[in-house]
């Protein structure tokens, strides 16, 4: 990149094939013409387990891993987490259990999320955030979801957030990417009034495809409604716009999931859709979904976050390019800045040169001022929209109609206003976006302001931000260990565990809730299924399961696990070779599982198919007994207690994630 003041003549000698330029372009910085005020950047903690690994990472690794996502001037300095409210449901490739099982249990140290919100609160004091539900409790409205119960549910967990982990959730939304209702909506309000949490805004209605904007008009139609929403939330797969009624509403617009490729063109992707959710929708926030790819590799949606942590028990971690493309903004932007205006220093480039620019002032008009300019070149072949195939998913690009042929290089002159700095030296921070590259968040040579004004040479498919601010840094650490496989043997009897409800370590929950429980006995602990009936809301699998290893590795192994089934006509289960590839997928009929129910039946599945069956005494509730699959090549081979009960030759599975799973009823492992 080559940076030239207006006034100065040099003569550049460019080595490339096809070197096509852009007519010169000319943008105005106009302090005074003002857009609207910066609302935050960050990403989604949820909507599938997606977090769960991150989990059981030792130190320092963890710590790297987080200090990546959250800390300030280090990495992608998120301003925003938004957290999956759990609800014992599979929410798309995994479970966020409940704080609450039944009505009559509470537990506020479940799952994972509390921790995120705490580490990232500890490292970024003024972070946003937010709380949405994908699933609820099966007792919760009698397996509905709008009623008063549901409401009090979200107020507990809010309380509970603030009582217990001294959390103050800023935003609650309502029910993602399903239908809303606006009763619910302004009883919701109300609630959380009279219950003293008056601070806590809603975002309403985290809507996707076709109705993402609905709530809009429903606003317009019912001020009560209006009056009780504090933020309209859309989820925005790419650059789509808003609507007009969207953008004169009055209220702030977020797209609260950004949802993109899955593939070397979602960084890219990314850069673009910061830019344009303002330049085109007016969102003021955007939030990638999700922050870290830290569940098991080969799962749907794997690929994606802010960092791949999905190997704890080796270190290893990859620190993806949208950390830096968070960066370009993040760090240089604080929330309450405000954009200028459209015209003043936002819009987009010509259609010969596709991209965008977003310049944003802080409130002390102190003169500073921060430039982001993303120059991604997109086509059908790099279209950034979700790799669902959904057409209503697809991105809008009517705003950039790409003509045959395009400039690889733009030269701009921005001119400053008198109420901008007019001496200040310029930083520039740059990244390469093109497929396989490997530049990102490079700092350039510092520039100058030359008669109120400075010429930048533009490359296309690049990120660059240009700030009068003294902010910027690449953090890094030293390179984390290797990437190894799953370690076997694998076992665990779950009594190093110290909090009651912990997930144990490298299980990974995709129906139902697996948690160290004390059983009473002298004081040992074990893995007990927690929840006795369907949650309700997103995914229909149908039974409890937990995975663990290896999808690909995991081709010849045996499984073995004592277990105890509390109750009369419960079930307890053993898989190998499972297939959980698919998100919401039904598990419990993918692999080969020895079951085992009371009292005294067992049988062995294929795929859905019962490949044998039969009875054993031995299998009685209260009772510890002892499962064994293995399968090896061909061979399924099933026992209890050591009594062999089936052997047989099926080749339907080949390689696959070790299991365990129950019916809906209590039952524990050890």
Request: charged residues 15%; contains cysteine; hydrophobic residues 35%.
């Amino acid at each position: 990149m080559v940076i030239l003041p207006r006034s100065v003549s040099v003569v550049v000698i460019l080595l490339c094939y096809v070197c096509v330029y852009g007519a010169d372009l000319d943008v105005r910085l106009d302090g005074t013409h003002l857009g609207r005020p910066f609302a935050g950047n960050g990403a989604v903690s949820g909507g599938g387990g997606n977090t769960r690994l991150l989990f059981d990472y030792n130190e320092p690794y963890k710590s790297q891993i987080l200090d990546y996502l959250f800390k300030p001037q280090f990495g992608a300095s998120m301003q925003m987490l938004k957290v999956e409210i759990g609800g014992d449901g599979d929410s798309t490739s995994g479970v966020e259990p409940s704080f609450k099982h039944t009505p009559e249990d509470v537990n506020f140290y479940r799952g994972y999320e509390w921790m995120m919100m705490e580490e990232a609160k500890m490292r970024n004091p003024d972070i946003i955030l937010c709380g949405l539900t994908w699933t609820v409790p099966y007792w919760v409205c009698n397996g509905t979801f709008f009623c008063q119960q549901n409401i009090d549910y979200v107020i507990a967990w809010l309380r509970g957030a603030q009582e217990v982990h001294g959390l103050k959730i800023d935003y609650v939304g309502i029910w993602n990417e399903h239908p809303y209702k606006v009763d619910y909506i302004v009883q919701l309000r109300r609630s959380l009034n009279a219950a003293g949490l008056v601070h806590v805004g809603i975002m309403a209605a985290d809507d996707c495809c076709n109705d993402r904007w609905q709530i809009v008009s429903d606003m317009i139609a019912n001020s009560t409604l209006a009056n009780s929403i504090d933020v309209v939330a859309a989820h925005v797969a790419g650059t789509y716009d808003s609507t007009p009624s969207a953008k004169t509403l009055g209220k702030p617009l977020w797209s609260s999931e950004v949802h993109l490729v899955y593939d070397e063109n979602q960084a890219a992707c990314y850069a673009q859709s910061l830019n344009q959710n303002y330049v085109v929708g007016l969102m003021t926030s955007s939030m990638f979904w999700y922050i870290v790819d830290s569940f098991f590799a080969d799962m749907d949606f794997t690929g994606g976050g802010m960092l791949l942590a999905y190997a704890p028990w080796s270190g290893s971690y990859t620190v993806s390019p949208n950390v830096w493309v968070s960066a370009h903004t993040n760090q240089f932007v604080d929330v309450g800045w405000t954009y200028l205006a459209h015209g003043n220093g936002t819009g987009l480039f010509p259609a010969t040169f596709p991209g965008s620019y977003v310049t944003l002032v802080p409130p002390t008009k102190s003169g500073d001022f921060s430039i982001i300019i993303e120059t991604v070149v997109g086509n059908e072949e790099t279209s950034c929209m979700t790799k669902i195939t959904n057409p209503k998913q697809r991105r809008d690009t009517s705003h950039h109609s790409l003509p045959q042929v395009l400039a690889s290089r733009q030269n701009v002159t921005f001119h400053v206003g008198p109420s901008l700095s007019q001496s200040s030296v310029l930083h520039v921070f740059y990244s390469d976006m093109s497929n396989k590259s490997t530049t990102y968040f490079v700092k350039q040579q510092d520039i100058h302001i030359v008669n109120g004004q400075f010429t930048v040479e533009l490359l296309s498919n690049s990120l660059y931000t240009i700030t009068t601010t003294d902010r910027g840094a690449k953090g890094s650490y030293p390179d984390p260990p290797p990437l190894k496989p799953f370690p076997l043997p694998y076992q665990d009897n779950f009594d190093s565990y110290l909090v009651h409800g912990q997930p144990p370590k490298y299980l990974s929950d995709m129906t139902g809730s697996f948690e160290v429980y004390k059983n009473g006995s002298g004081g040992s602990q074990v893995l007990r299924q927690m929840v006795p009936s369907k949650a309700y809301g997103w995914c229909d699998n149908p039974y409890p399961v937990s995975i663990l290893g290896d999808y690909h590795l995991f081709v010849n192994y045996t499984i073995q696990v004592d277990v105890l089934i509390e109750s009369e006509g419960g079930c307890a289960a053993v898989g190998a070779r499972v297939q959980a590839t698919q998100a919401c997928s039904n598990m419990n009929q993918v692999g080969y599982w020895l079951n085992v129910c009371t009292p005294g039946t067992w049988y062995v599945t294929e795929r859905d198919t019962v490949i044998g069956a039969g009875k054993a005494a031995l299998i009685a509730t209260g009772k510890w007994i002892t499962l064994t699959l293995q399968v090896d090549g061909s061979t399924v081979v099933a026992s209890v207690s050591q009594e062999p009960l089936f052997k047989g030759t099926y080749s339907a599975y080949t390689n696959g994630y070790a299991a365990i799973g129950t019916k809906w009823n209590y039952a524990q492992f050890d």
